[in-house]
């Protein structure tokens, strides 16, 4: 057996909404086709791929989990740092060691931390 790489990611919401839109219009995720199962949820795609599946569910008072952050690569450092303050969404920007490489992190709706990873020339 062989990885060749990531499918996708599972974010569980109450609200799948609220979490569909905040990753369609912050994050930049696209909408796309699910199958028809037997819950609510949503598919969003990147490059053509279905990247990040969004479940409703039941969720727990204390909305923590065993995954620390997710992380896109993502273009237009200025544009997406815009949308985010345009939201009130509080974020940090840095630029990590060595890499050089722009993050941004952020919470989604239900408390998940979102990464943005920008290329070092973005000003």
Known sequence: M???GMNHFNVLTD???A???FYVEVVGL???E???LSFEGAWLYAGGRAILHVSKARLPETRAGVIDHMAFTATDLKGAIAR???RGIPYKLSQQVGTRL???FFHDPMGARVELDFD???A
Request: charged residues 40%.
């Open 30 to 32: 696209t909408d796309g």
């Open 102 to 104: 722009w993050q941004v």
């Open 84 to 86: 985010l303050e345009a």
């Open 34 to 36: 699910r199958p028809p």
């Open 120 to 122: 070092p020339s973005e």
């Open 15 to 17: 609200d799948v909404e």
């Open 19 to 21: 979490t569909r839109r």
């Open 2 to 4: 062989g990885i060749e």
